[in-house]
Nanobody, 124 residues
Framework: QVQLVESGGGLVQAGGSLRLSCAAS????????MGWFRQAPEKEREFVAAVSWIGGSTTYADSVKGRFTISRDNAKNTGYLQMNRLKSEDTAIYYCAARRPFTPATNERGYDYWGQGTQVTVSS
C-alpha cells in the first residue's frame, strides 16, 4: 500500500501563488506516476497535472498550462504542484494520486492511491 498526504492548501487572492505538496509513504517503489486532480463544488473531479516518477515527464490540463508546474523529489518521496496566477475558478479541493503502471494517465480511474485532499480557495 501507498499512503499519500497533501499539504499547502489555503486561501489566496486572485493572481497569487500556492505550492501544494504530496508526501508518499509505504510501498513508494510501486509509484510510477503522480498526479493532481481537483474537484470544485457541484462539479466532477478533473485532471490537473501528472509527472512521471522516474523520468520527470509532465502532462497538464489545458486550463492550467503556463500557470501550474508539477514536480517531484524522489529522495523525499514527495510531489509538488506550484500554482501561480491563481484564478477564482481554481478554487477546489485538490487531490494527490499515485499510479503503478508505467504509462501515464489523465483519467482518475487510472490511479491506484489517493490522498484525502487539501482545500484551495482563491478570492477574487
Amino acid at each position: 500500500q501507498v499512503q499519500l498526504v497533501e499539504s499547502g492548501g489555503g486561501l489566496v487572492q486572485a493572481g497569487g501563488s500556492l505550492r501544494l505538496s504530496c508526501a508518499a509513504s509505504g510501498r513508494t517503489f510501486a509509484i510510477n506516476h503522480m498526479g493532481w486532480f481537483r474537484q470544485a463544488p457541484e462539479k466532477e473531479r478533473e485532471f490537473v497535472a501528472a509527472v512521471s516518477w522516474i523520468g520527470g515527464s509532465t502532462t497538464y490540463a489545458d486550463s492550467v498550462k503556463g500557470r501550474f508546474t508539477i514536480s517531484r523529489d524522489n529522495a523525499k518521496n514527495t510531489g509538488y504542484l506550484q500554482m501561480n496566477r491563481l484564478k477564482s475558478e481554481d478554487t477546489a479541493i485538490y487531490y494527490c494520486a499515485a499510479r503503478r503502471p508505467f504509462t501515464p494517465a489523465t483519467n482518475e480511474r487510472g490511479y491506484d492511491y489517493w490522498g484525502q485532499g487539501t482545500q484551495v480557495t482563491v478570492s477574487s
